[in-house]
């Protein structure tokens, strides 16, 4: 059973330009949590997902960021018009269920120049 | 909103000597959960606790939650440098939707 799979695991963008971020949960989550960590500091919920559904945004920029998570495919965590401030790692998090624990993937590092 | 604070933020240590990071939180929850990160890595899960008074251990590692007093503590004995790494707490508000991270200790392990 593959752990939480995110891709790429690094990504350069300039500034404007537009970034997205792929999340593959574990075999048999359909939780999908989203987290951004700048650097030196602890990870900051920004989003939670079920399939087709966005349960809880309440830690989302109110513009430039979405998410979504289909019924087949990948989460993706989309960030528009990139600024430098947006540079940090953006975890991924997967779990069976509520109140359950959850998976962190590896991790996508976005760097903006 | 829960506020999570770790304490110490960084800490360094001989190996073979015993340390305990403690982890305070705001609000009411039952839920604490402990995670390791090394540079540029992702988190690791070390221990879930669910319960006033619930206690476990791995290896060196020792974690503990007290509910009441909304304070969880990783208890490390004997070090070795192989723990050197970033531990973070976590907690969630009951609801499942999300973990409340505190800031990390970082802990160097000397030789």
């Known amino acids: 059973n593959a752990g939480v799979m995110q891709n790429p695991r690094h990504l350069v963008r300039r500034r404007g330009q537009e970034a997205r971020l792929r999340c593959s949960p574990m075999?048999?989550?359909?939780?999908v949590y989203w987290y951004r960590q700048l650097p030196e500091e602890g990870l900051k919920f920004m989003v939670y997902?079920?399939?087709?559904?966005?349960?809880?945004e309440s830690g989302m920029p109110k513009e430039r960021f979405s998410a979504e998570f289909p019924k087949e495919g990948p989460s993706i965590l989309r960030i528009q018009q990139v600024v430098r401030g947006d540079s940090a790692a953006y975890f991924c998090?997967?779990?069976?269920?509520?109140?359950?624990?959850?998976?962190f993937g590896q991790g996508t590092r976005l760097t903006v120049v | 909103e829960l506020k999570v604070e770790q304490n110490p933020l960084f800490l360094s240590m001989q190996e073979g000597k015993n340390y305990t990071i403690y982890c305070n939180y705001s609000?009411?929850?039952?839920?604490l959960y402990w995670y390791r990160q090394d540079p540029g890595k992702s988190l690791e899960s070390l221990f879930v606790?669910?319960?006033?008074?619930a206690v476990k251990q791995e290896g060196r590692l020792m974690a503990s939650l007290d509910t009441k007093a909304r304070l969880s503590t990783l208890h490390i004995t004997a070090a070795v440098h192989d723990l050197s790494a970033t531990y973070f707490c976590?907690?969630?508000?009951?609801?499942?939707?999300?973990?409340?991270f505190g800031t990390g200790t970082s802990l160097t392990v000397i030789p």
């Open positions: 075999k048999g989550h359909s939780h």
């Open positions: 997902l079920q399939k087709e559904n966005i349960i809880d």
């Open positions: 976590a907690v969630d508000m009951n609801t499942g939707n999300q973990f409340y």
């Open positions: 606790l669910l319960s006033n008074g």
């Open positions: 998090a997967s779990s069976p269920g509520t109140q359950l624990e959850a998976f």
């Open positions: 609000t009411t929850s039952d839920r």
